[in-house]
């Protein structure tokens, strides 16, 4: 079965920072392409930050780049998201999910192409 938890989340001031990390089991964590999305109330879930399998090519939302950095470490089967000059938009909850296909590499920005999901973790960024 496979498992996707994510944590990191809280509540920070604007211009502030966080990391979330995804821990996956119940799947050998490291053929495949991983992503994160985000929630916010009202809104549909959106593309934030995805990696390849092998840690290569990486993608971003527009509204995210220069400001979170995705990684992965394939050891411990944990992927990253490393979020700094956080805005009040930023907040929403944040889900990691794995892609459907093998050694992908590349990214994938729309929700059909992942099969497995965390619960996600809620990220609250004050003005």
């Known amino acids: 079965q496979v498992q996707l938890v994510e944590s990191g989340g809280g509540l920070v001031q604007a211009g502030g920072s966080l990391r979330l990390a995804c821990a996956a089991s119940g799947r050998t964590f490291s053929r495949y392409t991983m992503g994160w999305f985000r929630q916010a109330p009202g809104k549909e879930r959106e593309f934030v930050a995805g990696?390849?399998?092998?840690?290569?090519?990486?993608g971003y939302a527009d509204s995210v780049k220069g400001r979170f950095t995705i990684s992965r470490d394939n050891a411990k089967n944990t992927v990253y998201v490393q979020m700094n000059s956080l805005k009040p938009e930023d907040t929403a909850v944040y889900y990691c999910a794995t892609v459907k296909y093998l050694y992908y590499d590349g990214t994938y920005t729309d929700t059909r192409e992942y099969d497995y999901w965390g619960q996600g973790t809620q990220v609250t960024v004050s003005s």
């Open positions: 990696i390849s399998w092998s840690g290569g090519p990486t």
